[in-house]
Nanobody
């Protein structure tokens, strides 16, 4: 299971930290990412993390504002979101690719295409007002 939390309503320029707590999966391999879907739009990958080597990928419009991190002891992956903009309003999901092997640079593909294994949380709403 993947359970997201931390969403809410903030004003533009504010911050939120999302959490994705994982159970039932080995977090020593695979990759995990944060995705979002705004009303009327496709789901997009915004930040992904390789659980083996720690490499990360960020979408252009969040790089420098969002930071993905993990706490192994808590089995939790975080997304720190700073300087939030109205366009960041969306439902945010975490997705886990639990395959043991991946090609080099897989986190970029993970964000572009989603996890190869369909492991998703239920989502958490983020609303940013002007």
């Amino acid at each position: 299971n993947l359970v997201e939390s931390g969403g809410g309503a903030v004003q533009s320029g504010g911050s939120l930290r999302l959490s994705c707590t994982v159970s039932g999966f080995d977090l020593d391999y695979g990759s995990i990412g944060w995705f979002r879907q705004a009303p009327g739009k496709e789901r997009e990958g915004i930040s992904c993390l390789d659980l083996r080597d720690g490499s990360t990928h960020y979408a252009d419009d969040v790089r420098g504002r969002f930071t993905i991190s993990r706490d192994n002891a808590k089995r939790t992956v975080f997304l720190q979101m700073d300087n939030l903009k109205v366009d960041d309003t969306a439902v945010y999901y975490c997705g886990l690719d639990s395959k043991r092997t991946a090609p080099p640079g897989h986190v970029r593909a993970m964000c572009a295409l989603g996890p190869r294994t369909p492991n998703w949380g239920q989502g958490t709403q983020v609303s940013v007002s002007a």
